[in-house]
Nanobody, 122 residues
Framework: QVQLVESGGGLVQAGGSLRLSCVNS????????MGWFRQAPGKEREFVAA????????LVADSVKGRFTISRDNAKNTMYLQMNSLKVEDTAVYYC???????????????WGQGTRVTVSS
């Protein structure tokens, strides 16, 4: 069973950094590809980044490329999203999920966490 819990969100000034964590309480974390998504108020959920089961392959949205880094530590059942050079437009609730199929489509993911809010002020 996969139960995901995100943490690490908060309020930060533009240009600052945050590191989000996604912890899985189940036993099969290391077998799943995983992803981060975000949803801003009034907008659809959008893809941020994905990482393969062993961390060997990553996929990053163009809007965050060069600023955000996805990683995972299977020994800790945890996935991370390091966010640097944050912009006001990065403000959103950030969610992690496990992939049913590799890619950017939220429909290809399941077991969504409850989300962690990131607010970037100008």
């Amino acid at each position: 069973q996969v139960q995901l819990v995100e943490s690490g969100g908060g309020l930060v000034q533009a240009g600052g950094s945050l590191r989000l964590s996604c912890v899985n309480s189940g036993r099969t974390f290391s077998t799943y590809d995983m992803g981060w998504f975000r949803q801003a108020p009034g907008k659809e959920r959008e893809f941020v980044a994905a990482i393969s089961w062993n961390g060997g392959t990553t996929l990053v949205a163009d809007s965050v490329k060069g600023r955000f880094t996805i990683s995972r530590d299977n020994a800790k059942n945890t996935m991370y999203l390091q966010m640097n050079s944050l912009k006001v437009e990065d403000t959103a609730v950030y969610y992690c999920a496990r992939a049913l199929r590799w890619g950017r489509d939220p429909g290809g993911y399941a077991s969504w966490g409850q989300g962690t809010r990131v607010t970037v002020s100008s």
